[in-house]
């Protein structure tokens, strides 16, 4: 469990990093869009806060990873689908996002941490569902 917590706490990481780098250099979203890059600032300091709790080992933080992986990724879905500022074409801003490797790289993280962390939730629940077949036999 060490191990899934280590690469929980990697995963965030990357996440915080990549949009710590977003807030950082992309100009136009503070321009255009505030109310995103609020969001995405409060997304970084709540992967900093499960970084936290998962290297503590607190037991909520893989629960709380997955929800804001997965609350994260719809949002930033609903960008690409929806979420253009006001003035701009919605196709010019879907095409200006897809085209942001950043925007796209924390949109891969956040799968990448919402599969960590159903793995870890899930992990312990099948041990003892394994097929007969790949069990170890002590003699």
Known sequence: MRLVRLLLSMA??????????????DYW?????????YGLVLFVALDVALI????L???L?????????????????GDIGAGQPA???ASAF???????????ELLSIQILIAMIAIGAWVLPHLHFHWPTSTRTVKR
């Open 57 to 59: 080992g607190i037991g």
């Open 87 to 89: 003035g701009t074409p």
């Open 94 to 104: 879907r095409s200006y996002l897809l085209a942001d490797t950043a925007y796209l």
């Open 29 to 37: 979203l503070w321009s255009a869009a505030p109310t995103h890059a």
């Open 61 to 77: 933080t893989i629960f709380g990873a997955v929800s804001i992986a997965i609350i994260q990724l719809v949002a930033m879905l």
């Open 52 to 55: 936290l709790g998962t290297l």
């Open 12 to 25: 965030l990481a990357g996440s915080a990093a990549v949009g710590v780098q977003i807030l950082l250099t």
